[in-house]
């Protein structure tokens, strides 16, 4: 009964390396979104897509871009991660405005 | 411009009792809903509630239901009957403006709430 699936738990990364983040919905939802997460600071959007190939940034897009070549995929790259980028990340997908339905969310650690 | 505010970072509750969670927002759509999100420490966000701005009624959904009073603009979630299950931190959201067809939400800071046994 899985929906959105993330594809890492837990991820640790080295400072400079490129990361990818993978998302994966099932669900046929036009939307996706990623969020990070840190303490104090709740849920801030990076980046999301209303389609196939369209993206548009959110509120804190430096240093991530995306990528959803597919409906059901939608790619989060840090292209130099940077330890300022140590946070849970947040996959979600939605359909209109009926809410989000959540991935299990990826710590990544960068050292 | 568009907030949400969830003035409590933390709170305790004794188990069995109710506990309600702050969460205030601005806006000057005329038309919103407002959603409720619980994540345990394993991380996934979960759906608890949703309350449109023009529902006549609160929200219910089993134990929890929202107090949603317009003129103040609050939506504070009541859990009744607390579990030590409901220990995780509790998000209030609401669509961003002009997001009819990307549903983006826009989220409170978020609440800790520890139940006591």
């Known amino acids: 009964d899985v929906k959105v699936t993330q594809s890492s738990r837990y991820l640790v990364k080295r400072t400079g390396e490129k990361v990818f983040l993978e998302c994966v919905q099932d669900?046929?939802?036009?939307?996706m979104f990623w969020y990070r997460q840190d303490p104090g600071l709740g849920l801030r959007l990076i980046y999301f897509s209303y389609d196939v190939k369209m993206k548009e940034k959110g509120d804190i897009p430096e240093g991530y871009s995306v990528s959803r070549e597919k409906k059901e995929r939608f790619s989060l790259i840090l292209e130099s991660a940077s330890t300022n980028q140590t946070s849970m990340y947040l996959c979600a997908s939605s359909s209109a405005n009926y809410g989000y339905t959540f991935g299990s969310g990826t710590r990544l650690t960068v050292v | 411009a568009q907030k949400i505010t969830q003035t409590q970072p933390g709170m305790f509750v004794q188990e069995k009792e109710a506990v309600t969670l702050d969460c205030t927002y601005d806006?000057?759509?005329?038309?919103?809903?407002l959603f409720w999100y619980k994540q345990p420490s394993s991380g996934e966000m979960i759906f608890l509630i949703y309350?449109?701005?023009?529902?006549?009624q609160n929200a219910t959904e089993g134990r929890y239901s929202l107090n949603f009073q317009k003129a103040r603009k609050s939506a504070n979630l009541v859990i009744s009957a607390s579990q030590l299950g409901d220990s995780a931190m509790y998000f209030c959201?609401?669509?961003?403006?002009?997001?009819?067809?990307?549903?983006?939400?826009?989220f409170g800071q978020g609440t800790t709430l520890q139940v006591k046994p």
């Open positions: 309350q449109g701005s023009y529902d006549q």
């Open positions: 806006t000057s759509d005329p038309s919103y809903g």
């Open positions: 669900m046929d939802h036009e939307n």
């Open positions: 959201a609401m669509p961003h403006r002009g997001s009819s067809n990307t549903g983006k939400l826009i």
